[in-house]
Protein backbone atom coordinates (compact mmCIF):
# COMPACT_ATOMS: atom_id res chain seq x y z
CA UNK A 1 0.00 0.00 0.00
CA UNK A 2 0.98 3.45 -0.74
CA UNK A 3 2.38 5.97 1.39
CA UNK A 4 -0.53 8.27 2.67
CA UNK A 5 0.29 11.52 2.57
CA UNK A 6 -1.64 14.85 3.84
CA UNK A 7 -0.90 18.10 2.68
CA UNK A 8 -3.21 20.77 4.51
CA UNK A 9 -3.94 24.03 2.06
CA UNK A 10 -5.64 27.14 3.00
CA UNK A 11 -6.54 30.63 1.44
CA UNK A 12 -2.75 32.41 1.00
CA UNK A 13 -1.01 29.04 0.77
CA UNK A 14 2.37 29.37 -1.19
CA UNK A 15 1.89 28.57 -4.39
CA UNK A 16 5.18 26.94 -5.56
CA UNK A 17 4.94 24.97 -2.23
CA UNK A 18 1.76 23.61 -2.37
CA UNK A 19 1.90 22.27 -5.79
CA UNK A 20 5.63 20.91 -5.51
CA UNK A 21 4.73 19.05 -2.39
CA UNK A 22 2.06 17.54 -4.53
CA UNK A 23 3.58 16.67 -7.55
CA UNK A 24 6.73 14.89 -6.43
CA UNK A 25 5.40 13.01 -3.75
CA UNK A 26 2.75 11.86 -5.99
CA UNK A 27 5.45 10.83 -8.77
CA UNK A 28 6.86 8.78 -5.93
CA UNK A 29 3.72 7.26 -5.65
CA UNK A 30 2.39 8.46 -2.73
CA UNK A 31 -1.48 8.41 -1.70
CA UNK A 32 -1.62 12.47 -1.45
CA UNK A 33 -4.74 13.78 -0.08
CA UNK A 34 -5.37 17.45 -0.45
CA UNK A 35 -7.50 18.89 2.53
CA UNK A 36 -8.73 22.77 2.89
CA UNK A 37 -8.96 24.18 6.17
CA UNK A 38 -11.13 26.58 4.65
CA UNK A 39 -14.87 26.24 4.30
CA UNK A 40 -14.90 25.34 0.76
CA UNK A 41 -12.61 23.01 -0.98
CA UNK A 42 -11.15 25.94 -3.11
CA UNK A 43 -8.66 28.02 -2.34
CA UNK A 44 -6.75 31.26 -3.78
CA UNK A 45 -2.97 30.48 -3.13
CA UNK A 46 -1.07 33.41 -2.27
CA UNK A 47 0.09 34.38 -5.71
CA UNK A 48 -3.76 33.89 -7.03
CA UNK A 49 -3.54 29.31 -8.45
CA UNK A 50 -6.67 28.49 -7.73
CA UNK A 51 -6.21 24.53 -6.35
CA UNK A 52 -8.99 22.84 -5.89
CA UNK A 53 -8.56 20.11 -2.27
CA UNK A 54 -9.60 16.56 -2.33
CA UNK A 55 -11.48 17.24 0.90
CA UNK A 56 -11.86 19.72 4.05
CA UNK A 57 -10.13 18.72 7.08
CA UNK A 58 -12.48 17.79 8.84
CA UNK A 59 -13.07 14.72 6.44
CA UNK A 60 -9.85 14.03 7.64
CA UNK A 61 -9.71 12.85 10.65
CA UNK A 62 -9.94 9.45 11.04
CA UNK A 63 -6.95 8.98 8.41
CA UNK A 64 -3.68 7.22 9.26
CA UNK A 65 -1.52 9.28 7.79
CA UNK A 66 2.38 8.04 6.80
CA UNK A 67 3.40 12.12 6.86
CA UNK A 68 1.50 15.34 7.06
CA UNK A 69 3.43 18.05 5.15
CA UNK A 70 2.36 22.08 5.12
CA UNK A 71 3.22 24.45 3.15
CA UNK A 72 3.93 28.02 4.14
CA UNK A 73 2.93 31.29 2.31
CA UNK A 74 0.94 34.11 4.20
CA UNK A 75 -1.90 34.49 5.26
CA UNK A 76 -1.95 30.56 4.62
CA UNK A 77 0.10 29.02 7.36
CA UNK A 78 -1.82 31.46 9.51
CA UNK A 79 -5.16 30.24 8.19
CA UNK A 80 -3.54 26.62 8.93
CA UNK A 81 -2.34 27.52 12.50
CA UNK A 82 -6.02 28.89 13.65
CA UNK A 83 -7.49 25.66 12.04
CA UNK A 84 -8.78 23.16 15.37
CA UNK A 85 -9.30 20.48 12.93
CA UNK A 86 -5.60 20.68 11.39
CA UNK A 87 -4.35 21.02 14.93
CA UNK A 88 -5.47 17.68 16.62
CA UNK A 89 -4.15 16.22 13.81
CA UNK A 90 -0.78 17.76 14.18
CA UNK A 91 -0.70 16.90 18.16
CA UNK A 92 -1.73 13.10 17.20
CA UNK A 93 0.93 12.80 14.67
CA UNK A 94 3.58 14.42 16.43
CA UNK A 95 2.53 11.95 20.09
CA UNK A 96 2.81 9.02 17.88
CA UNK A 97 6.18 10.45 16.09
CA UNK A 98 4.80 9.82 12.86
CA UNK A 99 6.20 12.21 10.15
CA UNK A 100 5.86 16.03 10.18
CA UNK A 101 6.97 18.33 7.43
CA UNK A 102 6.50 22.29 7.20
CA UNK A 103 8.35 24.60 4.69
CA UNK A 104 8.63 28.77 4.74
CA UNK A 105 6.26 30.38 7.62
CA UNK A 106 4.43 27.10 8.72
CA UNK A 107 7.55 25.62 10.81
CA UNK A 108 7.06 28.97 12.86
CA UNK A 109 3.61 30.18 12.30
CA UNK A 110 2.34 26.27 12.33
CA UNK A 111 4.59 23.98 14.38
CA UNK A 112 6.14 26.37 16.26
CA UNK A 113 3.34 28.20 17.84
CA UNK A 114 2.02 24.83 19.01
CA UNK A 115 5.02 23.98 20.90
CA UNK A 116 5.66 21.20 18.63
CA UNK A 117 9.44 22.03 17.78
CA UNK A 118 10.49 22.20 21.43
CA UNK A 119 14.34 21.53 21.48
CA UNK A 120 14.50 20.27 18.26
CA UNK A 121 16.59 21.59 15.59
CA UNK A 122 14.14 23.96 12.64
CA UNK A 123 14.43 26.24 10.09
CA UNK A 124 11.86 28.69 8.64
CA UNK A 125 11.91 31.43 6.32
CA UNK A 126 13.84 34.51 7.31
CA UNK A 127 12.16 36.73 9.89
CA UNK A 128 9.92 34.16 11.42
CA UNK A 129 12.71 32.39 13.46
CA UNK A 130 10.92 34.82 16.65
CA UNK A 131 7.58 31.53 16.52
CA UNK A 132 10.39 28.82 15.99
CA UNK A 133 9.36 28.56 20.03
CA UNK A 134 11.81 26.42 21.90
CA UNK A 135 13.53 25.41 18.57
CA UNK A 136 17.41 25.45 18.02
CA UNK A 137 17.26 27.59 14.99
CA UNK A 138 19.19 26.37 11.44
CA UNK A 139 19.80 28.55 8.34
CA UNK A 140 20.37 25.28 6.03
CA UNK A 141 17.90 24.78 3.24
CA UNK A 142 16.43 21.20 5.02
CA UNK A 143 16.50 20.39 8.47
CA UNK A 144 15.28 16.96 9.50
CA UNK A 145 15.11 16.33 13.49
CA UNK A 146 13.90 13.49 14.52
CA UNK A 147 10.07 12.78 12.78
CA UNK A 148 9.99 16.67 12.19
CA UNK A 149 11.41 17.65 8.74
CA UNK A 150 11.63 21.88 8.43
CA UNK A 151 12.73 24.09 5.40
CA UNK A 152 12.90 27.43 4.65
CA UNK A 153 11.25 28.78 1.41
CA UNK A 154 9.67 28.52 -1.97
CA UNK A 155 13.42 28.11 -3.44
CA UNK A 156 14.00 25.16 -1.14
CA UNK A 157 10.15 23.40 -2.16
CA UNK A 158 12.06 20.91 -4.27
CA UNK A 159 14.64 20.15 -2.17
CA UNK A 160 12.35 19.71 0.49
CA UNK A 161 10.00 17.35 -1.24
CA UNK A 162 12.86 15.61 -2.67
CA UNK A 163 13.61 14.74 1.35
CA UNK A 164 10.48 13.56 2.39
CA UNK A 165 10.10 10.97 -0.89
CA UNK A 166 13.50 9.67 0.69
CA UNK A 167 12.23 9.61 4.08
CA UNK A 168 8.85 7.70 2.82
CA UNK A 169 10.38 5.60 -0.28
CA UNK A 170 14.12 5.46 0.27
CA UNK A 171 17.05 7.86 -0.82
CA UNK A 172 17.10 5.99 -4.27
CA UNK A 173 13.85 6.58 -5.48
CA UNK A 174 14.38 10.23 -4.45
CA UNK A 175 17.69 10.31 -6.34
CA UNK A 176 15.94 9.06 -9.27
CA UNK A 177 12.64 11.55 -9.52
CA UNK A 178 15.55 14.17 -8.95
CA UNK A 179 17.24 13.30 -11.72
CA UNK A 180 13.81 12.79 -13.74
CA UNK A 181 12.93 16.21 -13.03
CA UNK A 182 16.35 17.41 -13.76
CA UNK A 183 16.94 18.75 -10.13
CA UNK A 184 20.56 18.04 -10.52
CA UNK A 185 20.69 19.78 -13.14
CA UNK A 186 19.30 23.35 -11.28
CA UNK A 187 22.07 23.00 -9.03
CA UNK A 188 24.79 23.35 -11.39
Same mark, same amino acid.
Given at each position: ???R???P? @? ?5 ? *? ?18 S ?8 ? $? ?8 ? !???D ?8 ? @? +? #?????G??H ?14 ? *? ?10 A? $??? +?????? !? ?5 T???? =? *??? +? +??AR??N ?13 ? #????M? =? ?6 ? !??? $? *? ?16
Amino acid at each position: MPPRVLIPI @ADGSEDI *ESVTLIDVLRRAGAAVTIASVEAQTRIRA $ARGTLITADA !LIEDCQDGDWDLI @A +L #PGGMPGADHLHDSAPLRGLLRAQH *ERERPLAAVCAAP $ARV +LGRHGL !LQGRRATCYPG =F *EGD +L +LGARIENAAVVRDGHITTSRG #PATAMA =FALSLVGQ !LHG $A *ELAQQIGRQMLYEAALT
